[in-house]
T-cell receptor, first 116, second 112 residues
């Protein structure tokens, strides 16, 4: 059973601090990794994609990938109350030949609360 | 504007009354998918489609049907809805190069 695991939270972070969200995955063949933000009752919104080991920065967001440890994280700098949401980690499934396919394996999400 | 649209956004219906939730994307994506989301259960895939006339079951297909007659549309059909299908439904399509999935706004369905 291929899995993506996230701490369900809630993770409470003071406004202006760094929020760190973590995700581990079981499928060693996965090649594409995604972070989505979901506000209550709304649809998931893609905020970061990462495909190679290391860091990828986009504004206040940094995604970090370590394929050897099967670990991907999301850092949010200068956290704002508007960042309060559930963050979903998704990893694409590898097919039996080791290639990527469209199917994503979803984590259950981490609820992040930014306290003013 | 590139987008995935769903209709209706909200629907209250009664047990056994057939309904269809429409999904359309304007990004020329081949892959489309339906999910349901329930409190504490995360996103669960119902059906997906790799291309026109190619559909396959996801994790929770029971009680649902889909069709893919055109690339842009992927309707979800509930032939005989039951209260356990009360949920928030999302349609998504995926970029062929990046595998990024883009979601519609969601349909909140209540079956009484």
């Amino acid at each position: 059973q291929k899995e993506v695991e996230q701490n369900s939270g809630p993770l409470s972070v003071p406004e202006g601090a760094i929020a760190s969200l973590n995700c581990t995955y079981s499928d060693r063949g996965s090649q594409s990794f995604f972070w989505y933000r979901q506000y209550s009752g709304k649809s998931p919104e893609l905020i970061m994609s990462i495909y190679s080991n290391g860091d990828k920065e986009d504004g206040r967001f940094t995604a970090q990938l370590n394929k050897a440890s099967q670990y991907v994280s999301l850092l949010i700098r200068d956290s704002q109350p508007s960042d309060s949401a559930t963050y979903l980690c998704a990893v694409n499934e590898a097919n039996p030949w080791g290639n990527s396919n469209y199917q994503l394996i979803w984590g259950a999400g981490t609820k992040l609360i930014i306290k003013p | 504007e590139a987008q995935v649209t769903q209709n209706p956004r909200y629907l209250i219906t009664v047990t056994g009354k057939k309904l269809t939730v429409t999904c359309s994307q304007n990004m020329n994506h081949e892959y489309m998918s339906w999910y349901r989301q329930d409190p504490g259960l995360g996103l669960r895939q119902i059906y997906y489609s790799m291309n026109v006339e190619v559909t396959d079951k996801g994790d929770v297909p029971e009680g649902y049907k889909v069709s893919r007659k055109e690339k842009r549309n992927f309707p979800l059909i509930l032939e005989s809805p039951s209260p356990n299908q009360t949920s928030l439904y999302f349609c998504a399509s995926s970029s062929p190069r990046t595998y990024e999935q883009y979601f519609g706004p969601g349909t909140r369905l209540t079956v009484t």
